[in-house]
């Protein structure tokens, strides 16, 4: 007999969950942890990586960290090679990173744009081609792309934003037919989170509108019916979902967790 829960639990799993130092991707790797994955973390901060390893065995999981900057792609490519030699194979990939500056797209330089197509959308491509094949052999594979609800409406001021997060979309959806059954690639598009990025986006749009950031804030809740910002700890159920083997039969779908605040059906 069994609670009905099992089939979100992810014993056996690897995990490697990318920008997990902070915010969103933090709150997803100590999620999946403690659903039973082992957890491999990815980021810049050394420092802050190691002491979330320890945080995590702490509480019973199993975590290593891996320094990779997203930006590097020679670099990153040289790391995922001596990886996947090392390390177990990954069954889950959370593709997630440090969301571009803001402004509008007209006065964006093209270099903007290529670091921001750089770090979200061609890291994330050679992170499914390194760990492919792993997840191939072990029969399972999930890849969950954490982007925004700019992919569904675009939002005023982010433009460099909003093209990549379009370009990653794309990219999914298109692979998603591609990929061989039992490995899936879904998107979860956040809206108006509680993390670091969200409170620099509220200064940046406080001086940029010459509001006080209580004033900004303000306005962010009256356009989301739940009434408040999400947690990321929220964002991450719906990571941990995908990645789940209940998710099994959902492949290219994009799923806001906004607290009903795009309009679109
Ligand atoms: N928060 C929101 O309201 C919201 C809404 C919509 C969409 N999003 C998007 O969701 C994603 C996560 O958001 P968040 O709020 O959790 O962001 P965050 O708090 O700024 O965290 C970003 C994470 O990405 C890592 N990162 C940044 N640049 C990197 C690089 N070059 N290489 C490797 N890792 C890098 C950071 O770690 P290190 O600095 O240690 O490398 C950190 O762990 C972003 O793309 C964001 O734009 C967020």
């Not at 994955?37 to 945080?55: G, I, N, P």
């Not at 199993?62 to 390390?87: C, H, N, P, T």
């Amino acid at each position: 007999m069994t609670n009905g829960c099992d089939n979100l639990l992810l014993n056996g799993k690897h995990a490697l969950v990318c920008g997990s130092s902070k915010g969103i991707g933090r709150a997803t790797a100590k999620l999946l942890a403690a659903r039973g994955a082992e957890v491999t973390l990815l980021a810049r901060s050394v420092d802050v990586l190691a002491e979330l390893v320890k945080e995590i065995e702490a509480a019973g999981g199993k975590a290593r960290a891996l320094a990779a900057d997203l930006d590097d792609r020679a670099g990153l490519s040289k790391i995922l090679e001596a990886f996947v030699a090392e390390a177990p194979p990954v069954h889950i990939l959370v593709n997630n990173t440090g969301g571009p500056p803001g402004g509008p797209l007209l006065a964006a330089e093209t270099e903007a744009m290529e670091t921001a197509l750089g770090r979200h959308l061609f890291a994330s491509h050679l992170l499914v081609q390194a760990l492919l094949p792993g997840m191939q052999s072990a029969g399972y594979g999930r890849i969950i792309n954490v982007l925004s609800t700019s992919v569904r409406e675009p939002i005023p001021n982010l433009g460099v934003s909003n093209l990549t997060r379009a370009a990653v979309a794309s990219w999914a959806k298109t692979i998603s037919s591609e990929l061989p059954p039992g490995i899936t690639i879904n998107n979860v598009l956040p809206g108006f989170t509680d993390t670091e990025r969200l409170g620099s986006l509220k200064e940046a749009t406080a001086t940029r509108l010459g509001k006080s950031a209580d004033e900004v804030r303000d306005g962010w809740l009256a356009q989301i019916p739940e009434g408040r910002l999400a947690e990321p700890e929220e964002t991450a159920e719906a990571v941990a979902f995908f990645a789940s083997p209940a998710g099994a039969y959902i492949r290219g779908h994009s799923m806001p967790v906004d607290g009903g605040r795009l309009r679109s059906i």
